[in-house]
């Protein structure tokens, strides 16, 4: 088969012979300058700790209270999940869905995924059903929004710090803590590798 | 001139960059699937440009009524003061608080008027060749398609304000309609910039360069 020595670039389809990575080092398109294959360091056993890590933070970063606002003897906090509850209460249900979708449902299901991926990997449970499972988390890709959530948390609180008391809870660490592990499992993830597993374990 | 994958018959999968084969595929209209994660896939997208230009066009009409209508609306006391994104990021520019300001500026309304026309001229770019550079556009897409997600901090500020403010008749935030048109504003460039496929930059340029130099001979 000609296309088993052969690797082409995802960005502009040039063509080029199957580069021999060790791990640590990526190979770079000419044309394009973007980068082809890549070979992570260790990427299981970073990949699945810091999966582990996210899942244990999942739900206080969810539930617990992000930041409440006092002002005139009355308190007030609100968190992850609050937010989407007072949309639906208010009758905004695109945007509660999608707020859902985008800061709770894809990143939980990524990093389920990247700890199932990993588990799997690990104690050498594969199975033929990992092929379309691991494609579907590639559809998701491009959907998690965690770090504008973030973004969006430090914005309020700019708005909110000059006319009232601000109070910082402690799902604020746990929803930083969340963002930091559930980030670092999928960069630290290796989907090359992972699928060059499963083609050899699976098909031919 | 560099080999490409479409020339050799091969085409890669989107999910799982495996080079498929298709020389043996007699149907090429039909639905391709992966041979290794059974994905469909197309050795391009197909009416690339089509889509991009369509879900570009719905994402310029969201973005009036996005700016026009109040995207939140703050009540003290009972009585309610409505704000634009404009008049929010107004409001920061009168505290005083420059950053926040350029930061809110930047991600509602530059990088969605800089995904939605960098868009068109990248669909005029492949569709006509005229000054096309392959090498600088696709970064340019790139661009785009990394900040498409950071346009929805004015969705999560609001959200957020929702539910922490919340002190009855003291004071309290609601959402205004803007928000609707303004979310569906971001979902559309990044439908849009997802329907583009930067391949077909570099398949112009060789087509171009390939009739330049018939024409020499």
């Known amino acids: 088969m000609k296309n088993k020595q052969l690797i082409a670039c995802q960005q502009c389809d040039a063509l080029y012979d199957k580069p021999e990575l060790k791990q640590g080092q990526s190979a770079k398109c000419v044309r394009c300058g973007s980068v082809m294959a890549e070979r992570k360091v260790d990427f299981i056993e970073r990949s699945f700790n810091w999966s ?153 | 001139m560099i080999n490409t994958a479409k020339e050799q018959q091969l085409a890669l999968c989107p999910q799982c960059h495996k080079l498929n084969d298709l020389s043996y595929i007699a149907d090429k209209e039909k639905k391709l699937r992966c041979a290794r994660c059974h994905g469909k896939f197309y050795q391009r997208k197909p009416n690339s440009l089509q889509y991009t230009l369509a879900w570009n066009i719905a994402a310029l009409i969201a973005f009036i009524p996005a700016n026009l209508y109040p995207i939140m609306i703050i009540y003290s006391l009972g009585i309610g003061d409505p704000s634009t994104i404009l008049s929010g990021i107004g409001q920061f520019v009168d505290q005083g608080l420059y950053p926040i300001a350029v930061i809110i500026f930047t991600a509602s309304i530059i990088v969605p008027l800089l995904k939605i026309i960098g868009l068109f001229l990248l669909v005029y770019r492949v569709y006509t060749g005229v000054r096309l550079r392959p090498d600088k556009h696709s970064k340019f897409y790139h661009v785009l398609e990394f900040l498409g997600p950071w346009s929805m901090l004015d969705v999560f500020v609001v959200a957020l304000l929702v539910a922490v403010v919340e002190l009855g008749f003291v004071t309290s935030v609601a959402a205004g309609p803007a928000i609707n048109y303004f979310t569906l504003t971001v979902i559309f460039t990044m439908f849009a910039a997802n329907s583009f496929d930067p391949r077909l930059l570099w398949d112009k340029k060789q087509s171009i360069d390939g009739s330049k130099e018939e024409n020499d001979k």
């Open chain 1, 52 to 204: 582990l890590a996210g899942i244990v933070l999942l739900m206080p970063a969810i539930l617990l209270p992000i930041m409440g606002v006092t002002l005139a003897g009355q308190y007030n906090n609100a968190s992850l999940l609050d937010c989407i509850l007072v949309l639906i209460d208010r009758g905004f249900f695109m945007i509660a869905s999608l707020v859902f979708l985008f800061a709770i449902a894809v990143p939980v299901v990524r990093l389920l995924g990247a700890f199932y991926i990993t588990y799997s990997f690990k104690f050498n449970k594969l199975k033929p059903s990992l092929l379309s499972f691991f494609r579907a988390f590639h559809y998701l890709d491009n959907w998690a929004m965690l770090n504008v959530f973030m973004l969006g948390i430090v914005v309020s609180m700019y708005k909110l710090i000059d006319d009232t008391e601000l109070s910082v809870n402690m799902g604020l660490m746990a929803f930083i803590l969340w963002l930091i592990s559930s980030t670092m499992a999928s960069i630290s993830l290796d989907p090359d590798y992972i699928w060059q597993e499963l083609e050899d374990n699976f098909i031919d």
